[in-house]
């Protein structure tokens, strides 16, 4: 059994639709959804604000299940990948945050799944939501999600978090 930090995302389509879509995917494994938040894209500006949302799932799936289950979501979701325009808009953007195999958080560094995500501990989008349903995660490698949202580069986009609407 182990459990997970999935980060979710949408800035294409009925953004709350796509968002609602996956999270019905995770049926059977929620533990938790956060609320949702606008956001503005991240790595690349000139496309529509994201609906971003960040579940906590657990079930007999392996880190690299996860990742599978995510792109399953994706898939299902109508996602194309850009291969020129990493940080393209998206219907729906499912990443595998962290993992955890009972009380211990898994950490790998492979070109296919880095857990924890490598960038999570960067970005507002994912630590805003994480905060309200799990404040008192420590992302390996990082620190408390509470020191990491004071962090200058993330304190400074914490502001531009807004709620939105609920998905549950």
């Known amino acids: 059994m182990t459990r997970a930090v999935l980060a ?3 800035n294409l389509g009925d953004q709350e639709a796509n968002l609602r879509k996956a999270l019905d995917g995770l049926d ?6 956060s ?6 894209p991240w790595g690349d500006p000139d496309q529509p604000e994201y609906l971003n949302a960040v579940a906590l799932v657990d079930g007999d799936v392996s880190a690299d299940g ?21 940080y393209a808009p998206r219907t729906l953007d499912v990443d595998v945050i962290a993992v955890w195999d009972g009380d211990e958080q898994l950490t790998q ?3 296919v799944l880095t857990l924890p995500h490598p960038r999570a501990h960067l970005r507002a989008f994912v630590l805003v939501p994480l905060a309200e349903i799990a404040p008192d995660i420590d992302l390996a490698g990082h620190g408390p999600i509470s020191q990491l949202l004071t962090t200058d580069e993330v304190a400074a986009d ?5 709620p939105g609407p609920p998905l549950r």
Do not use: F, M, N
């Open 8 to 10: 979710l995302g949408s």
């Open 28 to 33: 059977g494994y929620l533990v938790k959804v």
């Open 35 to 40: 609320g949702s938040y606008w956001t503005p």
């Open 66 to 86: 996860w990742l599978e289950l995510a792109h399953e979501l994706e898939q299902s979701g109508g996602r194309v990948r850009d291969p020129v325009r990493r």
């Open 109 to 111: 560094d492979d070109p």
């Open 158 to 162: 914490v502001p531009t978090v807004r």
